[in-house]
């Protein structure tokens, strides 16, 4: 399926042929969503994720007390992460989207994407060109082998370096 949505809109439209649109409430106002595991993921304001199997049931899922809103999430390698905006030092991450568990970050910043390539996931801060990496999202590392040329490009040039394709979508 493909999902399209305006970042804390409460709604959001989805499609099996990427033609025809259905319009679904979303309960989170999202800011962003992942797709994995038969699950559909919606990360919103204050920490809020709820998931569901089928778009139309949302199970309330939210384990982060937190005022900050999630900025970016993925699911990738069996794996899902999301990453909070508002200088945060914090990121979530699942094997399942029903158990949550949070990790810290070596530096506390406005995370902007979450991206994953080369057996690494990677979490980029545009502003500054800030980049934390880490090979299961436990334990993570400032000092990637990665150096972007300048803030303004550093997410094609992370994007590069992983070969990873830099059109975001679930």
């Known amino acids: 399926r493909f999902i399209a949505y305006d970042s804390g809109s409460s709604h959001f439209e989805y499609s099996t042929d990427g033609i025809t649109w259905t319009s679904k409430v979303d309960p989170n106002a999202s800011y962003c969503m992942a797709y994995g595991k038969g699950k559909y993921i919606s990360f919103g304001y204050n920490g ?8 139309d ?9 937190t005022s900050s809103t999630f900025q970016s999430a993925i699911y990738a390698d069996g794996r899902f992460i999301a990453i909070l905006s508002s200088s945060n030092n914090t990121a979530v991450y699942s094997d399942d989207g029903i158990t949550w568990n949070e990790t810290t970050l070596p530096q506390s910043r406005s995370w902007n994407i979450c991206c994953y390539g080369n ?9 500054f060109g800030n980049i934390v990496c880490s090979e299961d999202c436990v334990i ?6 990665i150096i ?20 975001y979508y679930i």
Request: with cysteine.
């Open 140 to 145: 993570w590392k400032d000092t990637c082998p």
């Open 119 to 127: 057996n690494k996931y990677i979490l980029i801060e545009k502003t």
């Open 57 to 65: 049931t949302w199970i309330d899922n939210t384990i982060i007390s």
């Open 48 to 55: 809020k994720i709820s998931y569901s199997e089928d778009l």
């Open 148 to 167: 972007a040329k300048d803030n303004e490009n550093v997410t094609d040039d992370v994007s590069d370096a992983l070969n990873i394709n830099k059109t």
